[in-house]
């Protein structure tokens, strides 16, 4: 028995084909039309339908980037089920390179929306009933705030076993074990049961080709572990690419200053150990940083002007330590085995090219 078309937004999309779909979302000031784009990629076979989207953050731009490659990998002419891309969810924003919407409004605090509320409401009504209602699992990809680099890594809530399956097979050093935040689109899906998992990796308006590239392979590697395609022939799986946060704390700056950062992204710290020191403009006073607790630094702020209270380091807490530096060395060397060296960027991720 032959598969039925796709159908999304009154477009029916063919078994075995791909096909582009605009899905209208609003005007600009000029009457010009802004739309989503929707890339179908409609196997021949019957599995999942996963949706993998970026930018919902308008200037969260790696995702684009992590989309357009998986969307010109061959291995996408034997998938099964259906493969939903968008890469650009906060059209708005994109195009204003923000992170929020016109009205400074949040679009991922926005769902489940409504038809006839603010443009926020109204755009994440728009992705629901249009996009999200037909998918059965979402990977939703995000990168650090403005001057703030992530280190790739999975956030996810962990008591949905699909969910945890995708987040291991995913294959970031790092999973966390996040709450889920009321409005955002992870909450949503959540509340319909549809498995989903939020990459997080580099910072917003900047491109980084580890961030990308461990993003597009996660991504794949996903859709082998649905089954959506075949497993690679020759390689063998390692038993564990991740390592599970307990938790994870923010360290913020306690004076005013110019910051020196110590303590490097993915480096494994100890409590009470140096991440940074924080003097005034003339070298009068200075303020070593301390680490509040031991674990792997999964997010640096990259700003060195900083005020009192601001947020400088992320700190992710393990249980087993010392397996999530097994997890972040095996990271390393992945990298170091499969990127080139002038693709690696000095800067942040040096410690990765030892």
């Not at 509320?117 to 939703?140: F, K, N, P």
């Not at 650090?144 to 890594?153: M, S, T």
């Not at 945890?164 to 319909?192: H, K, Q």
């Not at 110590?262 to 494994?268: D, R, S």
């Amino acid at each position: 028995m032959a598969r039925a078309p796709f159908e999304m937004a009154g477009v029916q999309v063919q078994p075995g084909t791909r096909q582009t779909i605009e899905i209208p979302v609003a005007k600009l000031y000029t009457h010009t039309p802004l739309t989503i784009p929707v890339e179908i990629v409609h196997g021949r076979r019957d599995g999942p339908v996963l949706m993998v989207c970026g930018a919902i953050h308008g200037d969260e731009i790696c995702g684009v980037e992590i989309v357009r490659r998986v969307l010109t990998n061959s291995a996408l002419r034997h998938v099964r089920g259906t493969l939903v891309a968008v890469p650009i969810v906060n059209i708005f924003g994109f195009l204003q390179r923000t992170r929020y919407l016109p009205d400074r409004r949040d679009l991922n605090r926005c769902f489940p929306g409504t038809e006839s509320g603010s443009l926020g409401g109204r755009i994440a009504y728009l992705l629901r009933t249009q996009i999200m209602e037909h998918v059965s699992h979402i990977i939703d990809l995000h990168t650090g705030a403005v001057n703030r680099f992530n280190l790739p890594q999975i956030r996810a809530e962990l008591k949905n076993p699909e969910t945890t399956r995708m987040a291991e097979a995913f294959g970031a050093p790092v999973i966390i074990n996040a709450g889920l935040r009321d409005g955002s689109l992870r909450a949503y899906a959540d509340s319909l049961d549809i498995p989903v998992i939020t990459y997080e990796g580099g910072e917003a308006l900047r491109f980084d080709d580890v961030v990308i590239s461990s993003g597009v392979k996660g991504v794949m590697r996903v859709m082998r572990e649905l089954e959506m395609l075949p497993p690679l022939k020759g390689r063998k799986t390692p038993k564990k690419r991740s390592e599970i946060a307990a938790n994870s704390q923010w360290v913020r700056a306690d004076i005013d200053g110019i910051m020196r950062p110590v303590a490097k992204l993915g480096q494994k710290v100890r409590k009470g150990q140096k991440l940074a020191m924080v003097a005034d403009p003339f070298g009068a006073s200075e303020t070593a940083i301390i680490s509040p607790c031991s674990g792997i630094v999964i997010c640096v702020n990259n700003l060195p002007l900083v005020n009192e209270g601001e947020a400088i380091y992320h700190i992710a807490r393990f249980d087993e330590l010392n397996e999530a530096e097994k997890a972040m060395d095996y990271f390393r060397s992945t990298f170091d085995a499969e990127t080139t060296e002038a693709a690696l960027p000095m800067h942040p991720w040096d410690d990765l090219q030892k």
